[in-house]
């Protein structure tokens, strides 16, 4: 990972604006021209601006008659209210293209990227810093009403040539006139544009402990009305608590930025008293030429104008570019952090479509070791699973039993050694090319606030009528989404009568059947108040239909029916038992009962298999395995013998 200053040499500006300027061509080659109107329009305006009043004292000089003289008038404003309806309409698209392509492109490049990265970068600490970062410098305001991400490389960008070009042609009418009218405005004008540029850079340095006191507040006013915790702020008093921070937070931000805003007002007296000067010298310079004959009261008004508009052109020069240097420094962090994953993603859209594997023959933990930060979970760790198998993990908290499976997954980079996939390594492969050998379900059951269709085949087109109805009203953004998402369209439809069978085969069609949309019923009411909320028992059926669904060779249970009690877990891993025929299922409980149907029994103890056999076998060992499976078993005989006394 390179540090800041090597990220800023390897994306410079010009290398952020150039990729920026190529990203524009996924909304079409139209704002190309809707780029360059808006930079000459804007340039050419101010100028026209100052012409008129020259041009009426010109025409008024000439004697002509009062008709020719209004109608010429008419002529210029009419062209100038045209210049800027261009300008007003060319700008607005041109803003609302900067939201689109941050949506479509840099948004979207970094959700691929974060959801196709190693797990242990979410749970390194500097790791998530980083991605807040690279999450932050995507942001379209930077918290003193300024543009910032993406939508500011553009505005920033496009108006930072504008400025430039604007300053060129009042700098050589300036010099034209005479070359001390020239020194004396870029002289005041560098003397403003370095206070503006300190008080941007104060800005700059202070807004970060803004923006930590920002995410602290969002924090907290998150928490104070999350429902799975308004029992505990209730019960425990908790709000005044709540209040406190949130009033201490609040303090803290707003001295943050009453401090900021003083420094922008000292910087705006400092640029009012060197204005005064400027105007002061180089009005007198004009009015001295206008007495000496040296220019007429036309060419007197012009220059009045370009003394007035020089300040304006430079001051924007620096404010641009300082706000522009910032935004790209954030746009570097972003590209550093996505690094190559732009050609990783065509890469893979050219990759045809692969069915999931029918079958998986054998896994191998070849001598892996496995460490977690200064912690060693895995050392030397050897392990082969068969086709047709049931293999139970089990073990106290802190065995690994479940880091096991994420290595398997592929979602921890190993220490060492190797897992081997029908004698493939797993590094070797594609993710995506890897994922489709394995189903599973962890223990916290994530439920996605979509469609039961689309929880259960975790795809996202309905069906095509649907997507037929989505193009009739589609609009230049969504179809600009389209074009980007056109490669992997045919990848995500689902088969509805695929979804209803698996659904049958979970036991949890009756449910669904009686929903007045069937298995387009939106779960939850985060994104649709209709919604609805599945029990415990139902949202465990659903998941068991979602890897049904998926019918994938390798299929592992990762406790995720802990919520339930003991005998429903038992019945549930027995139901998915009886439906993973001919497959690698691996099952890991915390109650031994739940995992008596396996063929194999493995006990972990700090990442090491201390005994290893059938239910039978163990018991007769009467070790480990023995101690805990009597542990419980007295425990829930303790449990039925309470039930059966009414206690």
Request: aromatic share 12%.
């Amino acid at each position: 990972m390179l540090n800041r200053e090597d990220i800023r040499k390897q994306y410079s500006i010009w290398s952020n604006l150039k990729g920026a300027l190529a990203d524009m061509k996924v909304m079409g080659c139209i704002y190309y021209i809707y780029l360059v109107l808006d930079i000459v329009t804007q340039i050419v305006i101010p100028f026209l601006l100052i012409l008129i009043p020259a041009e009426v004292i010109r025409l008024l000089q000439s004697r002509i008659s009062l008709s020719t003289l209004i109608l010429d008038v008419f002529i210029w404003i009419g062209f100038i209210l045209t210049l800027n309806l261009i300008r007003t309409y060319t700008h607005q698209e041109f803003e609302k293209m900067g939201v689109m392509i941050s949506d479509i492109q840099y948004v979207r490049r970094l959700e691929k990227k974060v959801l196709s990265c190693d797990i242990t970068q979410f749970e390194d600490s500097k790791e998530r810093e980083r991605l807040w970062e690279v999450i932050g410098s995507l942001d379209q305001w930077d918290g003193m009403n300024h543009y910032s991400g993406v939508k500011g490389l553009y505005l920033y960008g496009s108006a930072l040539f504008i400025n430039v070009g604007g300053f060129l042609l009042y700098a050589c009418l300036a010099g034209r006139l005479h070359p001390m009218l020239f020194v004396v405005l870029l002289i005041t004008s560098i003397i403003n544009c370095y206070a503006k540029s300190r008080a941007i850079r104060y800005q700059f340095q202070h807004m970060k402990t803004f923006w930590d006191n920002s995410g602290k507040f969002w924090y907290l006013k998150r928490e104070s009305i999350n429902t799975e915790k308004a029992k505990d702020i209730r019960m425990y008093h908790l709000y005044n608590w709540f209040e406190k921070a949130l009033g201490q937070n609040t303090k803290e931000a707003t001295n943050i930025y009453n401090d900021v805003q003083k420094h922008h007002f000292y910087a705006n007296l400092v640029m009012c008293f060197t204005s005064l000067i400027r105007d002061g010298i180089s009005y007198g310079l004009l009015i001295y030429q206008l007495v000496q004959g040296n220019m007429d009261v036309p060419e007197f008004l012009v220059y009045i104008g370009v003394v007035a508009g020089f300040g304006t052109w430079i001051n924007q020069i620096v404010e641009n570019y300082t706000y522009l240097r910032k935004i790209s420094d954030g746009i570097s962090v972003f590209r550093d952090y996505i690094g190559d994953e732009e050609e990783h993603q065509k890469v893979n859209q050219e990759v045809e479509e692969k069915i999931i594997p029918e079958s998986c023959h054998s896994i191998i933990f070849e001598d892996i070791s496995f460490q977690y930060g200064e912690k060693m979970i895995f050392d030397h760790f050897s392990l082969t699973l068969h086709e047709g198998e049931k293999v139970a993990l089990v073990g106290m908290n802190g065995a690994g039993k479940t880091t096991l499976m994420k290595l398997l997954c592929g979602l921890y980079p190993l220490s060492g050694g190797r897992i081997l996939i029908d004698g493939v390594d797993i590094a070797s492969m594609e993710k995506e090319e890897y994922y489709r050998y394995i189903s599973i379900l962890f223990q916290e059951v994530q439920v996605l606030p979509f469609s039961i269709g689309k929880n259960v085949s975790c795809t996202w087109t309905e069906s095509e009528q649907m997507q037929m109805e989505e193009e009739k009203h589609s609009n230049r953004y969504s179809r600009a989404f389209a074009k980007v998402d056109s490669n992997d369209i045919h990848r995500n439809q689902y088969a509805e009568e695929k979804v209803v069978n698996c659904l049958k085969k979970a036991k949890l069609w009756e449910k669904v059947e009686s929903l007045p949309k069937g298995v387009h019923t939106t779960l939850t009411q985060i994104l649709d108040p209709a919604g609805i909320k599945l029990s415990g028992g139902e949202t465990q059926r659903l998941m068991l239909a979602r890897a049904l669904y998926k019918d994938a060779p390798i299929l592992i249970l990762d406790e995720p029916t802990a919520a339930l009690d003991p005998i429903a877990e038992s019945e549930l891993y027995e139901e998915y038992s009886s439906l993973c025929t001919n497959k690698i299922s691996v099952f890991i409980s915390h109650r031994l009962s739940s995992t008596r149907f396996c063929d194999r029994i493995l006990f972990l103890e700090k990442g090491q298999i201390v005994e290893e056999g059938d239910h039978e076998s163990l018991m007769k060992k009467n070790g480990k395995y023995a101690d805990m499976y009597q542990i419980q078993s007295h425990y829930y005989q303790k449990e039925v013998e309470k039930n059966e006394a009414g206690i």
